[in-house]
């Protein structure tokens, strides 16, 4: 049992620490008090959604990799299993949710069919809880996916199938913007690549160009809506060439006023995410972030406290840019309890925001401004055994959410209680 009175005196203590470098451990946590995290509906379930028939998650270079029980199976089950996440961190959160989703009420409804009435209920339910939504259409795990190519694809039926596929999803999106009162972001990701070298990518980059002007011609109050493309640099089946590359996702977004979402999984495994944040926002208005953690490959695995995390975190606040960042979630492991994998992955994006919020900016930047790069080094390796754990711990107990290892008996307790009764995976 965690002491209430203990938490606050080394607050205190942590307080003063921050303090002797000039930082204000009070401000921070206000400041990480307003950064609101998606989580990802599709860590609950594996990525599998509502359809009729029920979709089998295949193509584009996405894979599940578990089989451990308590999948939710049904619309309930995924909405109460969230809302046990939400109970279970502090800060603010919203729900990240793809088309595959829709309340269907056991209806088959086709991709190029779906409509905000899919998703009233779930509109509903966010305004129950006062929180945002996101958005994201889903152009894979389906037959006219089946080849590989989506809104690139030669084929005009295939093409023009996903083209109103995506041009519903932004109307839904805008809606939930709108009843919402807080802007919902439709993020396209498509599969499109080339198992092995392909020798006409030009004529798919041309397709998926003018698949998106086609998709974009419809304008939404930004207020409600905003635009945002996803790139990837491979994927299982497409290891040679991905059509929407991060050059060409770029290209379009400068060009056009969209937002890019970096997947800090979707680049080689050398490449680090948080390098590319500060260039970007010198030519776009905003940012998309799905934090993930990929291993060797795009595996998403569950977001943890490491480097690469801590750098994003880190050249956003350097840059005074969380006003003009959106952060999400993306990964999904069912090889452990999938409760779990959220709650790890959600605290360790705050616990590397918060982190970066405590840095002495103004000390670091004086020092590298005067060419004191041994003092600034000093400083980096120091704020590593400052107790930034401890504030994060005190965040937990101002928003009455469990303090250190208590989320673990409590996730262990809805595992017991409520995931055991679903059975395991066959």
Not at 152 to 158: A, H, Q, T
Not at 245 to 272: R, W
Request: hydrophobic content about 40%.
């Amino acid at each position: 049992m965690i002491n209430r009175k203990s938490i606050e005196a080394e607050y205190k203590l942590a307080k003063d620490q921050y303090a002797g470098f000039g930082v204000d451990t009070d401000e921070a946590l206000s400041r990480l008090d307003k950064i609101n995290i998606s989580l990802h509906c599709w860590q609950a379930d594996d990525v599998g959604g509502f359809e009729i028939p029920d979709a089998i998650l295949n193509g584009g270079g996405i894979q599940v990799t578990g089989n451990h029980h308590g999948k939710a199976n049904t619309i309930s089950q995924l909405r109460s299993d969230i809302e046990k996440v939400m109970k279970l961190l502090p800060g603010r959160q919203r729900l990240n949710l793809h088309a595959i989703y829709g309340d269907f009420k056991g209806d088959k409804i086709e991709r190029d069919q779906i409509e905000i009435k899919h998703f009233q209920s779930w509109i509903d339910w966010a305004k129950k809880l006062g929180i945002g939504m996101d958005f994201n259409p889903t152009c894979f795990s389906h037959p006219f996916a089946n080849d590989g190519f989506t809104l690139s694809s030669k084929d005009e039926k295939i093409r023009n199938f996903w083209i109103e596929h995506v041009k519903r999803t932004r109307k839904i999106a805008a809606e939930m913007g709108r009843q919402l009162g807080t802007p919902a972001v439709n993020n396209i990701w498509i599969p499109d690549g080339s198992k092995d070298t392909p020798v006409d990518r030009y004529t798919h980059r041309t397709l998926l160009k003018e698949s998106l002007d086609e998709i974009f011609r419809e304008e939404y109050p930004k207020k409600y809506l905003k635009d945002s493309l996803e790139s990837k640099l491979f994927g299982i089946g497409s290891e040679s060439m991905v059509v929407g590359s991060h050059e060409f996702y770029l290209g379009y977004a400068v060009k056009n006023n969209k937002l890019i979402c970096l997947d800090n999984g979707h680049f080689h495994p050398t490449e680090q995410i948080g390098d590319k944040i500060s260039s970007l926002l010198q030519f776009i208005d905003e940012l998309l972030l799905h934090i993930s953690r990929g291993v060797r490959w795009d595996s998403d695995h569950v977001v943890i406290f490491n480097d690469e995390v801590q750098l994003i975190a880190q050249e956003i606040v350097r840059a005074n840019a969380l006003n003009r960042v959106r952060i999400g979630l993306d990964y999904f492991d069912a090889s452990i309890n999938r409760i779990g994998a959220y709650v790890v992955g959600a605290r360790a994006a705050q616990l590397a925001f918060l982190y970066a919020l405590l840095e002495p900016i103004g000390i670091l930047k004086d020092f590298e401004e005067n060419e004191k790069y041994f003092e600034r080094l000093a400083f980096l390796e120091l704020l590593k055994t400052m107790p930034y754990g401890t504030v994060y711990n005190y965040y937990c107990l101002m928003n009455n959410v469990p303090v250190g290892e208590e989320y673990i008996d409590e996730i262990k307790k809805y595992e017991v209680e409520i995931l055991n009764k679903r059975g395991k995976i066959n």
